[in-house]
């Protein structure tokens, strides 16, 4: 028995401190060194993370989805702004203009509209919880970050524009898709992207 209030240590069964006189506790006793208090239980019910390996899209699918893209982009363009915006620019320019300034204004419009168009094509949706064109979503693909996560809309500009840096190399930036490990395009490297397949 040890005493809580002087601290001094009194022969089992005594009720009273040989020292200081104080009583003794029935419970008053040393603790027990040299035992580890018990580890928790695990938590049950929570299974590991399982980590899928990517399944990256490779060079043949992907040139069908950029088809796809292609086609329907410029349908979206003629349909929703070029042919629109022909018919106000030929109302304003009215009879005064001579044919080859009506054309040459109407390609020009055309083609900014066309690009502004591709633009936004790619960029949005890549960027969305949807992560890929309307091509890709058809084919199962997704465009994702080195590690499979989704990319915001400064990354899907980084690549829509490197795809330029592809184009002008002789399209070996594109090609560079059927034989490199990860089946990544030279504007993919560039912008740090994937292309994956979606897995069941």
Request: contains cysteine; glycine residues 10%; aromatic residues 10%.
């Amino acid at each position: 028995m040890f005493c809580a209030q002087c601290g001094a240590t009194s022969s089992p069964g005594s009720r009273f401190c040989t020292a200081c006189g104080v009583p003794l506790a029935a419970e008053n006793t040393p603790p027990v060194q040299g035992i580890a208090p018990s580890a928790p239980p695990p938590v049950q019910g929570i299974a590991p993370s399982v980590n899928r390996s990517l399944v990256y899209a490779g060079f043949w699918i992907r040139t069908l989805a950029a088809i796809i893209d292609s086609l329907l982009a410029q349908i979206v363009a003629v349909l929703l702004l070029v042919i629109p915006l022909g018919l106000s620019l030929e109302m304003s320019m009215g009879d005064d203009s001579s044919p080859e300034h009506f054309h040459a204004a109407a390609e020009a419009v055309g083609f900014m509209v066309g690009f502004l168009v591709q633009w936004l094509w790619f960029t949005i949706p890549e960027s969305s919880a949807w992560q890929g064109s309307v091509g890709k979503k058809m084919l199962g693909l997704r465009v994702t970050d080195d590690l499979g996560g989704r990319i915001g809309f400064g990354k899907a500009n980084a690549r829509f524009w490197s795809k330029f840096l592809s184009m002008i190399i002789l399209l070996f930036g594109f090609l560079m898709v059927a034989f490199t490990d990860k089946k990544q395009g030279l504007h993919d490297k560039i912008a740090g992207t994937l292309v994956i397949r979606n897995q069941p």
